[in-house]
């Protein structure tokens, strides 16, 4: 009986002195730790991420394809679609059988299923390879330890359940450290792979740098980072990957955007020879070398999309739409070219809304829909329904306040497309669906059917979530139906006293205040009379919270414009 003990204690003190551990199952992301939110909530955002992942796959250059295949078994292991797991481990296994990544990672499946045999078997094979089979002080091959830090290093970037900015900065600076260690096993890494490494680290950096941005932290803490990334770009933009070289032109006016939130230019553009760069010239490269990749011309068209270049967006989108016009195989350029327009409509109607600006141009929606049309014709998805749903809501009420049909027919094909977007397991659990489809009850009056989707939509929000907008509309469903006598005081103080305190424990509580200032804004009759009904039931607490919500109205100006419910 000592034996086996005295050898578990010989490999946990080899484990131990072991530089790196392969595998991803061990690895410090929020995916490997005991989920936060609810199983179904965490399945949904799985299948989401994964989604992201495979579109990756399309994109990915040679060397990455194996890390993006870990990725997918490692989101089918926590859905618990072990056999695809497996399956996906299996092909970078077979792919590459000096993988280190595959045959810890299919040690683990193979331990879930209880198939001890075959997790043994991964797990001779590992030690093989990694030279301890020879003894403790026999060497792996450096070549195969690099491949496997790099591939988990490409892991954090596509992190799941990370509840804060600073943590999701640590995931990604954990990233970037396991790219680092890996370079320096790299001796023997190909040049062109060793690039692709710098393209994903760059991108990392990026990410990271948007955090620090976010968080408002010190520039002398963001510039080595920030002339590290510099020196990254300069090293790719050698690739003969274009997808590499033309994102890294992309990338590299990003960062000569940002150098002025330096009080000096940092001297990382000095020493990389961008002195005198101009960052619409690195844009108008990366756009030259994607002129025949629509692929590539998508991911740039996002790209600016996200940097608020819109005029850029659309025509990188109209480029790559006269490359390949077919939405079956290109349907990327017409939706983005779709949530542009969305967006554009989305932000003049909500500068119409605090007196800023004239009526949206509502030919945005006109071209958003011509657009989602063609790809619901040939290639219907989600993503795709949630999108012309709202494209139809917004057609449908008019554009001042939100408060009126103005084409019922609209708004009624609005609910048929949120319901085919309900249809799939993903799309019933997303709030964006439930909120959408509320809204267009609301304007036509069904205001019971209204507050059930704003209700799901509540339950649907993730913890700390700051869209309290399901919330607000809740508390207007429920006004109406107390005004149309539908609910009585006892019934309406209920409700709200429940959703309330809901709300106080999923969303932060600033905006939640911001959000009751809102609504007590916009119908202060019916919050005063809901009030009076509070004090004769005795729930003091709650009218409190009114009072104060109305008093500090100055407190929530400057909103910014009404969310993007794509996901």
């Known amino acids: 009986m000592e034996e086996p003990a005295a050898a578990a204690e010989d490999l946990d003190a080899l484990i131990d002195d072991l530089d790196y551990l392969p595998g991803h199952f061990h690895l410090e992301l929020q995916l490997n730790f005991e989920p936060r939110s609810a199983a179904p909530l965490r399945a949904r955002d799985l299948k989401l991420q994964r989604e992201g992942v495979r579109q990756e796959l399309e994109l990915a250059a040679a060397p990455q394809r194996s890390a993006v295949h870990h990725l997918l078994g490692v989101f089918a292991f926590y859905l618990e679609e072990l056999d695809e797991a497996r399956r996906c481990f299996l092909e970078v296994s077979r792919h590459d059988p000096g993988n280190l990544n595959a045959w810890a990672n299919l040690a683990h499946v193979y331990g879930r299923l ?170 108008g490269k990366a756009i030259e070398i994607a002129k025949d990749h629509p692929s590539i011309l998508n991911r740039l068209a996002k790209i600016f999309h996200f940097l608020g270049k819109q005029d850029m967006a659309i025509g990188t989108c109209n480029m790559a739409l006269d490359v390949l016009r077919d939405p079956e195989l290109n349907w990327q350029a017409y939706c983005t070219r779709a949530k542009i327009h969305i967006k554009a409509y989305l932000h003049d109607l909500e500068r119409a809304k605090m007196g800023l600006g004239g009526m949206p141009d509502r030919n945005h929606l006109a071209c958003a829909k011509a657009d989602l049309e063609e790809v619901v014709k040939v290639c219907p998805g989600l993503k795709t329904y949630v999108d012309i749903g709202q494209v139809y809501y917004y057609m449908g009420v008019d554009a001042v306040q939100e408060l009126m049909a103005v084409d019922e027919a609209a708004l009624n094909q609005a609910l048929v497309f949120l319901a085919k977007a309900g249809e799939s397991e993903v799309g019933a659990m997303l709030p964006e669906v439930q909120l959408l489809r509320g809204k267009c009850l609301h304007i036509k009056g069904e205001e019971a ?54 709300a106080q424990a999923k969303y932060p509580a600033a905006r939640l205040r911001q959000e009751l200032q809102r609504v007590c804004r916009s119908h202060t ?43």
Not at 540 to 559: D, N, S, T, Y
Request: hydrophobic share 40%.
């Open 114 to 283: 209880g198939q001890e045999e075959e997790e043994e078997e991964c797990a001779g094979r590992l030690a093989a390879l990694m030279g301890l089979a020879a003894g403790p002080d026999a060497a792996g091959d450096p070549l195969r330890a690099a491949r496997c830090l790099a591939e988990q290093g490409y892991a954090h970037g596509f992190d799941v359940g990370c509840a804060s900015p600073e943590e999701r900065a640590r995931v990604l600076a954990a990233g970037i450290a396991l790219y680092e260690k890996a370079l320096g096993y790299a001796k023997q890494v190909p040049m062109e792979e060793k690039r692709s490494w710098y393209f994903t680290m760059a991108t990392l950096f990026i990410r990271l740098d948007g955090i620090s941005l976010e968080l408002g932290s010190e520039e002398q803490k963001r510039l080595p980072a920030f002339n590290r990334t510099l020196a990254l770009l300069r090293q790719v933009l050698k690739s003969s990957d274009p997808h590499c070289r033309a994102l890294a032109w992309c990338y590299l006016g990003m960062l000569l955007e940002r150098k002025d939130t330096f009080s000096t230019t940092p001297m990382g553009v000095h020493d990389c020879g961008y002195s005198g760069t101009d960052p619409l010239d690195c844009f």
């Open 449 to 502: 059917n209204a507050a059930a989707c704003f209700k799901r939509t509540v339950e649907l929000d993730d913890e700390g979530s700051s869209h309290t907008e399901g919330f607000g509309c809740l508390l207007e469903a429920l006004l109406a139906q107390w005004s149309l006598a539908q609910l009585s005081d006892s019934e309406l103080a209920g409700e709200v006293d429940t959703w309330l305190h809901r």
């Open 525 to 567: 009759d019916e919050v005063l009379g809901l009030a009076r009904a509070l004090v004769a039931q005795g729930r003091l607490e709650l009218v409190r919270l009114l009072f104060e919500a109305m008093e500090q109205e100055g407190e929530g100006a400057g909103e910014g414009t009404a969310p993007d419910l794509s996901f």
